[in-house]
């Protein structure tokens, strides 16, 4: 579990170092989000069932065009 945790807070240290990089414009960004995260707390949210029934019902409604699908295959070519 120590590895994971090790491995985990290297990666955060090396976006950091990364983001350092970055103009102060982008590194406000970063702070904006970074503070909302810490706002909302470290707890997991959990849908309503309302919200669940809302999201379902909108994933229903969505059907996607034989254009469009052809169109985000190109777009993401592997």
Same mark, same amino acid.
């Given at each position: ?8 807070? &290297? ?9 350092? #990089? ?5 590194? #406000? ?18 849908? &309503? ?11 229903? &409604? ?11 295959? #190109?777009?993401?070519?592997?």
């Amino acid at each position: 579990m120590a590895m994971c945790y090790t491995a985990r807070m &290297s990666k955060l240290a090396d976006l950091m170092e990364e983001v350092k #990089r970055w103009p102060q414009e982008r590194q #406000r960004d970063v702070e904006h989000v970074l503070e909302a995260m810490l706002e909302g707390g470290t707890e997991t949210y959990e849908l &309503s069932a309302e919200e669940r029934m809302l999201i379902d019902e909108g994933l229903e &409604s969505r059907q996607v065009s034989p254009v469009e699908l052809n169109s985000f295959r #190109r777009r993401h070519k592997a």
